[in-house]
């Protein structure tokens, strides 16, 4: 079955780094656009980050710009975000999100928390 599940959350202080995983499985990973979301508390999600299907283009929010970067693998079936100078505003669930918009395809992972705080 579909499975996308992110990894690598936690706690950080300000101005820290953290590398978000998410490793997908069931669907030809290959030809899905990748995108990063996060909600934070009392708050609507929000997209941080998309990478077309062959890592070709990539689009962020402007709040994480030259901050964040988001890649991926196709052979290992993951994209990453990494993310850099962390600010207390980042904090939120980051959900990983793969579309294929040509079969109607979408798929959400569980989320993992970020925390930044000192």
């Known amino acids: 079955q579909v499975q996308l599940v992110e990894s690598g959350g936690g706690l950080v202080q300000p101005g820290g780094s953290l590398r978000l995983s998410c490793a997908a499985s069931g669907f030809t990973f290959s030809i899905y656009a990748m995108s990063w979301y996060r909600q934070a508390p009392g708050k609507e999600r929000e997209l941080v980050a998309t990478i077309t299907s062959t890592g070709g283009m990539k689009n962020y929010v402007d709040s994480v710009k030259g901050r964040f970067t988001i890649f991926r693998d196709n052979a290992k079936n993951t994209v990453w975000l990494q993310m850099n100078s962390l600010k207390p505003e980042d904090t939120a669930v980051y959900y990983c999100?793969?579309?294929?918009?040509?079969?109607?395809?979408?798929?959400w992972g569980q989320g993992t928390q970020v925390a930044v705080s000192s």
């Open positions: 999100r793969a579309q294929n918009q040509l079969w109607g395809r979408d798929y």
